[in-house]
């Protein structure tokens, strides 16, 4: 579903619902970009990557309950339970949502590149996301890899992607999406 909304964004939702922003038409500057993130989505849906952050998202607020009864009520038990929840976020959650993100960087390129998209055009929306950015948390307070972070992932697997994409140009996969 394309929604009128000026950030530039999409995401994918239970029930294989993927959702694209119209900003991010102005920071994915060709078809090959575009792919580039509606692979990415579709990569999270294949991943089955909602229904693992439900269910970490579960363990650990089941953790946190059981130790909360354990220590029972006292002076500490709130700072205790406070320092859970930090440590289960910035240790476990954040790192583990990074995780997801990159992996469906991969899935996302190598679909793209499977379906005749130039796979480069995933790096190149990666640097126009960072010249559009206002900025970014460091890496370990955010759910996301850093745009550095995901270029230098992206280019590593070029070499692989690139011969993805020409047997794909050669089996005749020459998308041409038109407005």
Request: with cysteine; aromatic share 6%; proline share 5%.
């Given at each position: ?138 890496e370990f307070l955010s759910t996301h890899p850093s745009h550095e972070t995901r270029i230098s992932d ?26």
């Amino acid at each position: 579903v394309v929604f009128d909304e000026k950030s530039a964004n999409a995401f994918a939702l239970p029930g294989k619902k993927i959702g694209v922003h119209t900003g991010l038409l102005k920071v994915a500057k060709n078809q090959d970009q575009l792919a580039s993130v509606i692979g990415h989505e579709v990569g999270h849906v294949m991943a089955q990557h909602s229904a693992e952050r439900m269910s970490m998202q579960f363990v650990s607020q089941s953790s946190q309950q059981i130790i909360g009864a354990l220590i029972g009520e006292g002076a500490g038990q709130q700072t205790v339970m406070a320092a859970l929840g930090l440590g289960s976020q910035y240790g476990v959650l954040m790192p583990y949502g990074r995780l997801q993100e990159s992996e469906s960087d991969n899935i996302g390129v190598q679909l793209m590149a499977q379906a005749g998209f130039n796979p480069q055009a995933s790096i190149e929306l990666w640097h126009n996301m960072a010249a559009a950015s206002q900025g970014q948390p460091p890496e370990f307070l955010s759910t996301h890899p850093s745009h550095e972070t995901r270029i230098s992932d992206l280019q590593a697997l070029m070499p692989e992607m690139q011969q993805i994409y020409k047997q794909a140009r050669s089996a005749g996969y020459r998308p041409n999406c038109t407005p």
